[in-house]
């Protein structure tokens, strides 16, 4: 088991770039969430997949943003046309369906400037 | 998902048990009660979480009132690594975590 892993762990863009983060969830687990953390604050739920199927969306993912989880494995976060408020922490997180606690990544640091 | 409130901040000195309280008084009978912690440019770690009856980890306790109207997460001994942000939250369901300012703890040495 070697936990959740995000790439990249830092990410500087220009904005108005795209940018596309990957998730690599711990390999058992069906659910994988995605959050977005700015400083000082705790993490925000962004959205989350049961397998491959999206099942909700929070309304903080503007049209701009697209996950997905082709194969109920990996995932990814895309971000269209950044904007500086998009700069933030965004946190991945796994579980297994029926389990309480959710397995954190350690983030990707976005910074647009 | 029910609103929790927890201090800000609290201190405690290393090797002495620490008590961080949470107030989840519009709690329903279903929602469970999570901790997690967030030590500096990490993501979140799962603590513990309980419904009714206090609960024991290797890493922490979790105590719960009679009424579930407020928990206490229990640090038997704080070292220099509990150094994080503890955010207490309850859910209905096992899905995506509500989470709020959370306490910031400082251990003193």
């Known amino acids: 088991d070697t936990g959740v892993s995000q790439n990249p762990r830092h990410k500087i863009t220009k904005r108005g770039q795209n940018v596309t983060f990957r998730c690599d969830p711990i390999?058992?687990?069906?659910?994988l969430y995605w959050y977005r953390q700015t400083l000082g604050q705790g993490p925000e739920f962004l959205t989350y997949?049961?397998?491959?199927?999206?099942?909700?969306k929070s309304r903080l993912l503007s049209d701009r943003f697209s996950a997905e989880r082709p194969k109920g494995s990996f995932s990814t976060l895309e971000i269209q046309r950044t904007e500086q408020g998009d700069s933030a922490m965004y946190l991945c997180?796994?579980?297994?369906?029926?389990?309480?606690?959710?397995?954190f990544g350690p983030g990707t640091r976005l910074t647009v400037t | 998902d029910a609103k929790t409130t927890q201090p800000n901040s609290m201190e405690s000195n290393e090797e002495e048990p620490v008590h961080l309280p949470c107030n989840h008084s519009?709690?329903?009978?279903?929602?469970?009660i999570h901790w997690y912690r967030q030590l500096p440019s990490q993501g979140p770690e799962y603590v513990i979480h309980?419904?009714?009856s206090n609960v024991n980890n290797r890493m922490a306790s979790l105590a719960i009132a009679e009424d579930r109207k407020s928990s206490t997460l229990i640090l038997h001994r704080a070292t220099l690594r509990d150094a994080a942000v503890y955010y207490c939250?309850?859910?209905?369901?096992?899905?995506?975590?509500?989470f709020g300012p959370g306490t910031s703890l400082s251990v003193i040495p």
């Open positions: 997180a796994s579980s297994l369906q029926g389990a309480g606690e959710q397995y």
């Open positions: 390999s058992e687990h069906n659910r």
């Open positions: 997949f049961q397998n491959e199927a999206q099942l909700e």
């Open positions: 519009t709690i329903s009978g279903t929602d469970y």
């Open positions: 309980g419904l009714t």
């Open positions: 939250i309850t859910k209905t369901s096992y899905d995506k975590v509500i």
